[in-house]
């Protein structure tokens, strides 16, 4: 397919972002009272239903991921068993603030404030390419935050955009938690978007030159040599986007436990390491490179607005 030079210039700057915006989804637009699986519940059956996924993966870890594609959307998803007890996780993690913290962690959020208006909390977030750059140079989407359901033993919270870059929309992350035994907790991540021509386009442009040659983390056959073939195209960018953020997770709630004053640089460490666990997939910087673009992010944080 032939590109206008106007639609090359375009959508070249933001072929790098793009491949980390494709934050996917099957009804994106739903509200959590038309979902009839929202519950404590559905979400223990679940973890039931995964129990041998769980516990035999390739993640050297009990979590099971999956993605899917349709015409119009993507679509990538966590279920995941985490050692932190569920009142820990649900004061993390259900509240508007607290998330700036998590996404500032992914190599390509670059600022995330939190705000409020008549319609409840709103966080600005600006995306943008894998080393340090000016605000300015960036591209700027508000999300919705909705903390819509939470009980003794459940809670859901969801970030909402309506529009992003390249025809982007309809936006959508989503967190659900339920207690387990032993002070675990069961997490399911959610992250979707939709498209339309342009960025369809524009995910075409990336795919077929610098993300050629890269991989998700669903296994689809064996090489000669007995090493397993992965995933690749769309569904392999969601997959690994999917995991960035869910290390997001995981980094934040590992560092709950340490004085505040060490929280930041422990949280940066145990996402990098994350990443680097899976290499094949998530490698893009050094990580002095990655330590020290996020120190001073962070600080950016604190005082841009």
Same mark, same amino acid.
């Given at each position: 397919? @032939? ?7 375009? !959508?070249?700057r %933001? ?16 509200s959590?009272? /038309? $979902?009839?699986?929202? !519950?404590?519940? #559905? ?6 239903a995964?129990?041998?996924?769980l516990?035999?993966?390739q993640?050297?870890? #009990?979590?099971h991921?999956?993605?899917? $594609? ?7 998803e966590? @279920?995941a ?6 009142a820990a ?7 508007? &603030?607290h998330w ?5 962690? @992914?190599?390509n959020?670059?600022?995330? @404030?939190?705000?409020s ?5 709103v966080? /600005? ?12 140079d960036t ?8 903390? &819509? ?11 909402n955009?309506?529009?992003?870059p390249?025809?982007t ?6 967190l $659900?938690?339920?207690?387990?035994e032993?002070?675990?907790?069961f997490?399911h991540?959610?992250?979707?978007? #939709?498209f339309?021509l342009t ?8 795919? &077929? ?10 296994? /689809? ?6 090493q ?8 392999g ?5 999917t ?7 995981d980094a934040?709630l &590992?560092a709950?436990? /340490?004085?505040?004053r060490d929280?930041? $640089?422990?949280?940066l460490q145990? %996402?990098?390491?994350?990443t680097e666990?899976?290499a ?23 005082? #841009?607005r």
């Amino acid at each position: 397919m @032939h590109f206008s030079r106007a639609f090359k210039t375009r !959508s070249l700057r %933001w072929l790098p972002v793009f491949a980390f915006i494709c934050w996917v989804g099957y009804g994106a637009g739903q509200s959590f009272a /038309t $979902e009839p699986d929202v !519950s404590a519940v #559905a979400l223990r059956a679940k973890f039931a239903a995964l129990g041998k996924q769980l516990r035999n993966n390739q993640f050297q870890r #009990a979590l099971h991921l999956d993605s899917a $594609e349709s015409a119009e959307d993507l679509q990538g998803e966590i @279920h995941a068993v985490v050692n932190y007890p569920f009142a820990a996780v649900n004061v993390a993690l259900n509240n508007p &603030a607290h998330w700036c913290d998590v996404l500032i962690l @992914h190599v390509n959020i670059k600022y995330c @404030h939190v705000s409020s208006n008549m319609a409840g909390a709103v966080l /600005t977030v600006n995306i943008g390419r894998k080393y340090d750059q000016p605000l300015a140079d960036t591209y700027r989407v508000e999300f919705n935050y909705r903390g &819509a359901i939470a009980t003794p033993d459940y809670f859901a919270v969801e970030l909402n955009a309506a529009n992003g870059p390249l025809d982007t929309h309809d936006y959508r992350i989503r967190l $659900e938690a339920t207690p387990l035994e032993d002070g675990r907790s069961f997490l399911h991540f959610t992250y979707t978007y #939709a498209f339309g021509l342009t960025g369809r386009l524009a995910m075409q442009g990336y795919l &077929a030159t610098i993300g050629r040659d890269k991989v998700g983390f669903t296994i /689809t056959g064996k090489q000669p040599n007995g090493q397993p073939t992965y995933i690749q195209g769309v569904r392999g960018v969601v997959e690994r986007n999917t995991m960035r953020y869910y290390l997001a997770i995981d980094a934040y709630l &590992a560092a709950l436990a /340490t004085p505040p004053r060490d929280q930041l $640089e422990i949280r940066l460490q145990h %996402w990098y390491n994350g990443t680097e666990q899976y290499a094949r997939q998530l490698h893009e910087v050094e990580r002095d490179d990655y330590l020290a673009m996020k120190r001073k992010e962070y600080q950016r944080q604190q005082v #841009a607005r």
